[in-house]
């Protein structure tokens, strides 16, 4: 089935643990995308890449990094979780960088204790 | 700085109309979105608006004033799957997608 999957689905993890968070398309999508969603607050964007081999950052990009090795894969990585990383993260995937529609993964909900 | 409105929650019968407003401010403008997410699952595209009109698919129709900064959702013959988050998101100069925090909308049978 075409589409975003995130791995894992939940995770509680003890601050200053270190955590990656999957993800996979399968789309041939070239742009991906991270957010995290809080409630009350719009999704905001933590990492972006527009093609395979580049990345940038969004708004809140601090505490998060990211690589983006072939098409397919987009993996986001906390190096040291604290509680304020507690939320949901979602992977995002378009067709191209620009004016897109965006597919979701099913999300990844992270709980930094 | 760049913001979106939307009303946090509305309710809603099942079987009338309901209008869900977004306005903008954003350094320019590429496109307005609209995605319905339902509790604890995925955004989901539901309409995509960049000149002004309404733009009309099924039960849901989505309208844009750019010179307003404004757009709507409109839902009709509202169904209790209908019971979801409406997120606006508007595309800058940028080409970033500006997010609202969403609008709850409850169906009530």
């Known amino acids: 089935i075409a589409g975003i999957t995130q791995a894992p689905t939940s995770q509680i993890l003890a601050a200053g643990r270190r955590m990656t968070l999957r993800c996979t398309q399968d789309m041939r999508h070239n742009a991906m995308y991270w957010y995290r969603q809080d409630l009350g607050l719009g999704l905001r964007l933590i990492h972006y890449?527009?093609?395979?081999?580049?990345?940038g950052k969004g708004e809140v990009p601090d505490g998060y990094s990211v690589s983006r090795a072939n098409t397919d894969d987009f993996p986001l990585t906390l190096a040291s979780a604290v509680p304020s990383q507690t939320s949901v993260y979602f992977c995002?995937?378009?067709?191209?960088?620009?004016?897109?529609?965006?597919?979701f993964g099913a999300g990844s909900r992270l709980t930094v204790l | 700085g760049q913001n979106i409105d939307q009303p946090t929650e509305m309710t809603a019968t099942e079987g009338a109309i309901v209008q869900i407003n977004c306005t903008y401010q954003t350094s320019g403008f590429n496109g307005l979105f609209w995605y319905q997410q339902h509790a604890g699952e995925a955004p989901t595209f539901l309409s995509y608006?960049?000149l002004d009109g309404l733009e009309e698919k099924g039960r849901f129709s989505s309208f844009l004033s750019r010179s307003k900064g404004y757009s709507y959702l409109l839902l009709k013959e509202l169904q209790m799957k209908d019971s979801a988050s409406y997120l606006c998101?508007?595309?800058?100069?940028?080409?970033?997608?500006?997010w609202g925090a969403g609008t709850k909308l409850i169906i009530k049978p």
């Open positions: 998101a508007v595309t800058d100069s940028n080409y970033q997608l500006i």
């Open positions: 995002a995937s378009s067709l191209s960088a620009g004016a897109n529609v965006l597919t």
């Open positions: 608006n960049v």
């Open positions: 890449s527009n093609t395979a081999g580049t990345t």
